[in-house]
């Protein structure tokens, strides 16, 4: 089951147990909107704040892509993580509306600008054919500090939402401590003479272009289980537990799977089977539709859950294989920035369909955009196919 893993640099797992403990802290922004009502704030006050987080994950990728390939891969990633300790301090001693956004501003922010980093170290240090299994084994990581969190958050609320942010800022410390002791900056190529040391490296990427926004619309589908499925169950007549036991059937299914499916899969082409469990994906977001008791949601669970742990890893690597060796960092800050700009519009756009329109439109909608995306991600095989056999062909 682990035989994909095996292969992998010590760089990859030190990056995989750094992950489950920083993720491990993931707890105050579940808890976030019962903090601000406990203070007094309510109502748009609320969204404001919200809101404010959600900009943030807008606005680290694309610091933490330029950061990377400017200073190194390990400074920005401590940076990031050294700043997500300071802000998770700064809200939770916030003492008012604006001082509290700022805060919520620069805590996602911070944490955002750790993934570009990290998967361009991880592009770095492991070849193509391995690229995959590393940043599916990555995103293992991601599942299984979420897992445990989502039991360890309720469980210490109950007690003060302070130790909340003290664990948060703790395992970033951790994180940080394993990344400035346990990695090495890797030798990165030079930029090329004349080349442009910003986005426009990105923007002149016409392949890499027409993929993102595809990619988008699956993390936009996707997204929508973690936005529009508590509204869902609530319309329901549900309780908020049924939501959260889903949550953790989702966690058990794609922790218990991921790896065994990753070996399975891993020898196949990547863009069929990023098409095929996207599609998945997108069937399970539609079922939720038809759901209308706990036993209609675990099975539309378990069939995007399916397809979470089938796509787990392909579109990070795919991005890698694009990118010249000296912009990994922006090409993964650009995907990540495509991520965030995803589950951004679910929340307001997802949102408003559901509340506006109504839940039809939005669940069988995601169904036809996402079928479409799938089969148009198919369409650029051949395309990326011969743009990264000739970048390896120019590497030899």
């Known amino acids: 089951m682990f035989s994909s893993f095996r292969g992998l640099p010590s760089t990859v797992w030190t990056l995989f147990a750094g992950t489950v403990v920083n993720r491990l802290g993931h707890l105050v922004t579940p808890f976030l909107v019962f903090l601000m009502a406990d203070r007094g704030i309510t109502g748009s006050d609320i969204s404001f704040v919200l809101g404010a987080l959600g900009a943030g994950n807008l606005l680290g990728p694309a610091l933490g892509g330029l950061l990377a390939d400017r200073i190194g891969r390990r400074p920005t990633m401590l940076i990031g993580l050294l700043g997500s300790a300071v802000a998770q301090g700064a809200l939770f001693l916030a003492p008012g509306l604006w001082t509290m956004a700022a805060a919520a501003l620069l805590l996602s922010a911070a944490g955002a600008t750790v993934p570009p980093a990290a998967y361009a170290l ?8 391995w690229r995959q299994p590393a940043y599916a084994l990555f995103g293992w990581g991601v599942n299984i500090g979420t897992a445990v969190a989502g039991v360890l958050g309720g469980f210490l609320a109950a007690h003060g939402y302070w130790l909340l942010f003290a664990v948060d800022a703790a395992t970033a410390l951790v994180y940080a401590v394993v990344v400035a002791t346990r990695l090495r900056e890797p030798v990165r190529t030079a930029p090329r003479k004349g080349a442009d040391l910003g986005y426009g490296v990105v923007l002149r990427d016409r392949l890499l272009l027409a993929l993102l926004p595809l990619l988008g619309i699956q993390l936009f589908v996707y997204s929508l289980t973690e936005v529009a499925l508590p509204l869902a169950v609530r319309d329901s007549g549900l309780s908020p537990a049924v939501y959260g036991s889903l949550a953790a059937v989702n966690a058990v299914l794609v922790v218990a799977l ?4 990753t070996a399975r899969l891993s020898g196949l082409p990547q863009l069929p089977v990023q098409a095929a469990g996207s599609a998945l994906i997108a069937v399970g977001v539609a079922l939720t539709g ?3 008791s706990v036993t209609g949601y ?3 669970v378990a069939v995007w859950s399916l397809g979470e742990a089938a796509v787990a890893g392909i579109a990070a690597a795919v991005v890698a294989d694009l990118a010249p060796a000296d912009a990994r960092g922006r090409y993964q800050g650009a995907f990540s920035w495509t991520w965030g700009f995803a589950r951004f519009s679910a929340l307001t756009v997802g949102v408003a369909l559901y509340t506006g ?4 439109v939005l669940w069988w909608g995601a169904l036809v955009v996402g079928l479409l995306a799938a089969v148009a991600v198919l369409g ?8 990264t056999e000739q970048d390896h062909g120019l590497a030899a």
């Open 122 to 129: 991880m592009a770095d240090t492991v070849d193509t054919g």
């Open 258 to 261: 991921q790896p065994f499916v």
């Open 290 to 292: 038809l759901a209308d």
């Open 298 to 300: 675990v099975v539309s």
């Open 357 to 360: 329109l109504g839940a039809g």
């Open 380 to 387: 650029l095989r051949t395309r990326i196919a011969a743009r």
